[in-house]
């Protein structure tokens, strides 16, 4: 039965070899507060004693079609949607089919411990929120929410440029001490770019993660089927509409006047790429750790590590961006074994079970990201939605980790898998 796992916060039951079993009432009503993540399947069979149930599914799979019912039609086919026919969105759960998890068995007993650390972090598990823009057409409470969930369970959010919140009000909803990261949407213009970063900064953001593969939005069916554009309402620019630098640029004020900052903004963050050769610019004015998402080739990878950066995402943006491109997580073994020792790697698209997490970290990966889990979760109840759908996950992890004879990330490589059937 479930172990207590001897992640942070936890737990329990204490002895390293005890375990509290999952149906061990009495165990764990008197377990203290603070259980190991694979207590949320305890909490959730006592509750059933007092006929309560889960808030909704603990099948994170399903996620996406109950979400529909929360979100209008617009708002719903921007989370769930891909980039054209879907082929990518489709490939990177197709993938994770082709990889399973070979169990090992009396491995003896021991604390789990889901810990590790990236880039200096130190987090609770390796999973992280991925940077999820215009999170008010979700949940009014949008990146507040989430900010609140992922300091509940202690694991990073990634804030996105596109947030609906500003910089500082995601950080107070976030709290002091809590791991976070932010993520930049390039813009073109200078001043404003050294001018967010400095507020991420100066707001406790600690690493600068570069998104490479939206500098402009890809063709996207669902979207323009119903013309669908949250950025050009002024949905989504809290942060540049905030920004001194970028509202220095206005004749009159955003709120006063909404069209003429939309007209500034959408060509500011959209439509330029960037080269390998502007990264400098990033490095002289952020002065923590820097990771490049959305890599998919192992050239690319080189050139990351080439120009100093300190990690990347191996990502195709959740199949939003290139329709027919790869896989990520059939991209993930040869980035990791091109750049592995010089550059931490982390990956997203696709994740949405414990078992992916564990496939990704055995092909390599330090951590994952997930995306639309979580926002699926903010759709189905706000910040209770994002808790549930975080603790679902972790708790998945924790179990499916112990019962695959494993005890921490560390002790899984791609020996833990039979891949390709
Ligand atoms: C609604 C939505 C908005 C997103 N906004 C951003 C964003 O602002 N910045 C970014 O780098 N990635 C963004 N992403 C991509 C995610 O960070 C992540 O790469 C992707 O969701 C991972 O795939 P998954 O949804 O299958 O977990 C967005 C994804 C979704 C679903
Ligand atoms: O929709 C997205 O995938 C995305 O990354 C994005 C881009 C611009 C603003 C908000 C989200």
């Known amino acids: 039965m479930s172990e207590a796992s001897g992640t942070p916060g936890a737990d329990a039951a204490g002895a390293e070899t005890e375990s509290t079993g999952a149906t061990g009432a009495a165990d764990a009503a008197e377990a203290p507060p603070g259980p190991g993540f694979g207590n949320y399947q305890n909490d959730i069979y006592l509750n059933g004693l007092d006929d309560r149930l889960p808030p909704f599914t603990t099948d994170l799979t399903l996620l996406g079609s109950s979400a529909r019912e929360h979100l209008d039609p617009g708002a719903f086919g921007y989370v769930a949607g891909a980039a054209g026919s879907g082929a990518t969105h489709r490939a990177n759960r197709a993938a994770f089919e082709r990889h399973r998890l070979v ?22 598990a390796p999973v992280m929120l ?16 989430t900010a609140r969930a992922a300091a509940s369970v202690g694991i990073p959010m990634v804030l996105s440029t596109a947030s609906s919140h500003t910089i500082e009000q995601v950080a107070e909803a976030h709290g002091a ?21 400095d507020r991420a900064r100066k707001a406790g953001f600690t690493t600068l993660v570069v998104t490479l593969d939206t500098w402009t939005l890809a063709w996207r069916p669902q979207d323009l089927d119903q013309s669908y554009l949250p950025f050009i309402r002024g949905i989504g620019t809290a942060i540049p509409f905030s920004d001194p630098a970028f509202r220095a640029g206005l ?34 004015h952020w002065d923590g750790p820097i990771v490049l998402k959305g890599v998919l080739h192992p050239d690319d990878a080189r050139r990351a590590a080439d120009a100093s950066m300190d990690g990347i995402v191996v990502s195709n943006h959740g199949g939003r961006q290139v329709d027919g491109a790869i896989a990520a997580l059939d991209a993930l073994p040869p980035i990791v074994e091109a750049v592995g020792d010089r550059l931490e ?12 997490v564990l496939k990704a970290l055995a092909l390599g990966a330090r951590s994952v990201l997930v995306g639309r889990p979580f926002a699926y979760g903010l759709a189905h109840g706000g910040e209770e939605g994002v808790l549930h759908v975080l603790r679902s996950l972790l708790a998945d992890l924790d179990l499916t980790l112990g019962l695959s004879g494993h005890r921490s990330p560390a002790d899984l490589s791609p020996d833990s898998l039979q891949s390709g059937t």
């Open 103 to 124: 169990p090992r068995m009396l491995r003896g007993p021991g604390r789990r411990d889901l810990s590790t650390t990236v880039l200096g972090t130190r987090i609770p």
């Open 130 to 145: 991925a940077p999820v823009g215009v999170q008010s057409i979700i949940h009014p409470d949008g990146e507040l929410a």
């Open 177 to 197: 001490g809590n791991p976070r990261w932010f993520q930049l949407y390039w813009p073109n213009d200078d001043d404003v770019c050294v001018s967010i970063l």
């Open 251 to 284: 004749e009159k004020s955003p709120e006063d006047e909404l069209i003429p900052a939309v007209l500034r903004w959408v060509p500011m963050f959209t439509g330029t790429d960037h080269s390998w050769d502007q990264l400098p610019f990033l490095r002289e």
């Open 345 to 356: 790697v982390l990956f997203d698209s696709g994740v949405r079970t414990g078992s992916d």
